[in-house]
């Protein structure tokens, strides 16, 4: 049904998250047809933004008290991101989430394709990309799995003894070398967005984390742990954990399903 | 009358910790029926899942102000556990919760038996399993007992000097041989179950202990502190501690009584 | 009026501070017959308690934002404490009270006897226990005193150059003896409980003071801020201070008025 | 119209400060009669504190989203302070503060007389004390200055390498010394209280700057902070700043007007 | 339509930044007529400030939770900033306002004349001021800009081991000449205020900086983090960023609109 077309390459792209914990408290003292009205509001502006090239938005549905419902914009402009922040904060669904965090920063690296490693596995199933049997294993797939997502900011630590921003250059790419490495060997089970905040944000980036078992998350985050890059440089700071679903399903997460992706 | 039949493993289990504040004040407001409803809708969603051994919930009443009322999930998946928040959060009871806390993680060791303890009991008195006499000696203990939890998560240090991710291999195997001897002398009193967090949330790992006397905690934490692995290499967060109950005196312990397991 | 009976000693009791802000705003938009109900039963829970041997409470009226009203429960196990804690869930005073922070820890050293120094002083004058003078001295000075409470938590410091707990024994005993030297110096002027908190709150132990001038809590700690103990050893957190006055005031202080001891 | 009388000396005063954010979202919606007999209420219990020597009470319209008004009250013992923080507490305008911070502590050093640089203008000026036209101009200058007032928290570092409690005796002596030096020589321009609050309240001391021109507290501190006291020992808290007004200006400041002095 | 008149050096002006997020859920409750007196009652009170030379207000559109609406004052004296934030809090869109941030600071360095580079361009145009073609040109130039704005706190290091205050004046002179080379090189991209708030608010210096490409902040700030005051003795607060917009826009902004500059 929905066929996310998202650009090869977000390198450069502003960004906001945006996460919200959901009032359901007061969302449900709502007749129900002004629930549906605000429900279909909502999902009519974000279902349209998901597939488009010109600056994709998605959803996530976090786990936890931090937050129940995650929006990331892409923008081309903080201009754009403005726009969309503002959209948000005019719909009726609005005054049902209370704002829990946020970030802004902009793309630095990062290939944000999250329909590429399906289309990948199809193609190895002998499945030829623009026929029918192709869209409709696509549309299969997409519906049986939900994305999981992990958004977290980092500092590179400027400490008395131990300082990042002192290393000189050389060393400074000797060890991003060797942290880029572990990422790489790790390349076919997550997908990952850098994106810069120094000047932007209150952490120096961001790291948005894409894959279809969270064990991943753990296992590649702790590897890196024991880096030089991590342990001696890195500063971590609060995790966003959930799973992507579809904006078209934001009335099911809304009635309380399990929205599918 | 209730059996937890739980999984005699959970590594591999996803986990999430939800805490709560009981919002007792806007509770009794309800008229008794509207409230007498929305306990039973509450105690019928989270009863039967104590006893199912396809990822068991637990309910614990909390001591002090961060929160009133913990639930434990283990799931097999996140999208699981994202499906049991979803239908918490739909309970008429989940506007009378605040919730306080949370916590994210993937079960890395640890046996979760709260009936084991009382079986080897038990045992040792000469009744066998299977019998009726068994079964109601297990019930009356049950009854008899309030088990104490202790949740806190933990960090390994990163500091400037003293870095765990910078010590070699084998030097952290002989710090946590050394650690484990200790847990392991408490085996008999205490059972804990380790689950990680890197990757999922704020703290590197989370630590859930079970025990009869919550005495038990403070001397076996405070033994471990002296440990190199605890003194030099480790930083708590919050701890949360209270005694578990069964669910379905969640009636109960929302009319304030106070829960027997 | 009020004859507080507390046990000789606490140690090994278990201990719940609990610290609310009065929501007077509420509260004074009830009507009179209404808040008279409310404030009868609050006392009704709490005058009792300050008596008994079997585990008493205590009522404090805090001083500035971090709370107005500190209840401490001494309790014989955690199961009595959730059961204390409910009991003051459920009355009707609870929903104008807003938790602010609290503490769980278990009794280590202290002598609990406010009316000890009272004793000791009418038989100084002469007076002897058990007669109709010395009781009637006795209540006239409880009136005419409003004790003064501290309760801090403290942890032990676990720095990377200075740590408590890789010193050697024989160095930590040194340590504490000549600490206790400046605590027994104030003994007559200071009573003091230590209770710890491993693995039960946030920090290591608590401390609560209490004492007929609020400037010996000063000057007391401020002295042993120059032992090895505080100065290379400890770390503060929130200091909450008042006064404390028998539960059986507590119309009187809901009413704004100042609650005598 | 109003006389600030204060003792000479607040040496062994205790004080609390009190900070609120003024709800004028609530306060707008009452009638008007009511809110000018909510305003006169908390003005006739504030004003006649201002000029009593038996412990003055003092109003600071403070800047920022910290809160709106300060309040300062010294008095001779806690029981006091407990007093007039339930007057204040009990007062129709309460319901419209929301308290945001505070601090307890103890005075150990500072002339607290807002009117002395004035009487010492007016006498350079040839006018004597008790003349018609002395009060007069006095009153005049009153009206045409708002004192500005800043007051922050403050510890001396217990770091692990710098350490002030380590420090031999006469070498702390001669810091202070030297730190004391440029306290004295802005002693024309700025008045200062030093209040102790070591096992009272969460920092070690409260320091109150009162000034014509808020840019000597800057130029103040700025010079100190190279200071060795500053430089290596200093730990500072929150900063509130803002203008002191007389509390018989109350309802003009509760009006949104700006009250003088 | 409006044409902002700032004055040429802002050195010695007292600053105030508001940060306050919009309630559009209680705004949107309000009948059309009512909303409409309230924008444009604020609109009457903000935008003949943007314009005038004795100490203009600007108003700034954030991106993110920390807030939806700064307005930085600008004026003469600390008693002006009490009352236009007096002025602020009495308007009818205040109770929809809910205050997050606030900072207090003297303006040390810095030229604000965000019509200056427009100026500057038209004139490379050939464009002549106080024709009537550049002023056309100019208002077209302003309505399509919007321009960014950045604005934190920074403190110097005073570490254990790293103090800038206890560094010789020749070696900070040295650092501050090197850093200010990089400010300089961005000088045709980005204009900076610099305040401190040394005695004023909670660090020690306020930046604002002003840029039509929000990467700029980005570039500048992280090319910056690696001299040595930065990356040594820099410690940086939260940021807020956003894009300035005309106070004359702020129904617009209200309505939910995309106000331009």
């Not at 090869?8 to 629930?35: D, I, N, Y």
């Not at 810069?196 to 742990?225: C, H, N, Q, T």
Request: aromatic fraction near 10%; hydrophobic fraction near 40%; glycine fraction near 8%.
């Amino acid at each position: 049904m929905h066929n996310p077309q998202v650009p090869e390459t977000l390198e450069g792209w502003s960004v906001l998250h945006q996460m919200f914990r959901v009032r359901r408290e007061t969302l449900k003292t709502l007749a129900a047809p002004r629930r549906k009205q605000i429900e279909e509001e909502a999902t009519s502006l974000l279902a349209p933004l998901e597939a488009r090239k010109e600056g994709p938005s998605a959803a996530v549905n976090l786990l936890g008290h931090k937050g129940d419902l995650m929006l990331i914009h892409f923008r081309r402009t903080f201009d754009e991101l403005s726009q969309i922040e503002l959209r948000v904060a005019c719909l009726g669904l609005h005054e049902h989430l209370l704002p829990t965090s946020s970030y802004v920063s902009i793309v630095e690296l990062g290939l944000y394709d999250m329909t590429g490693k399906i289309h990948a596995e199809l193609e190895t199933r002998g499945l030829q990309r623009g026929t029918y049997e192709f869209d409709r294993a696509f549309d299969e797939e997409m519906a049986r799995q939900r994305e999981n997502v992990c958004f977290y900011p980092i500092n590179k630590r400027r400490g008395e003894a131990k300082n990042w921003y002192t290393l000189p250059f050389e060393k400074r790419a000797a060890i991003m070398r060797e942290h880029g490495l572990i990422g790489r060997a790790y390349g076919t089970q997550v997908t990952q967005i850098i994106s810069g905040s120094i000047g932007l944000d209150d952490w120096e980036w961001g790291v948005d984390l894409f894959a279809d078992d969270p064990v991943v998350f753990k296992k590649l985050i702790y590897e890196m742990r024991f880096d030089e890059a991590s342990a001696d440089y890195a500063e971590f700071g609060p995790f966003f954990i959930g799973l992507q679903f579809s904006a078209g399903n934001l009335p099911a997460f809304l009635e309380g399903g399990t929205p599918s992706l």
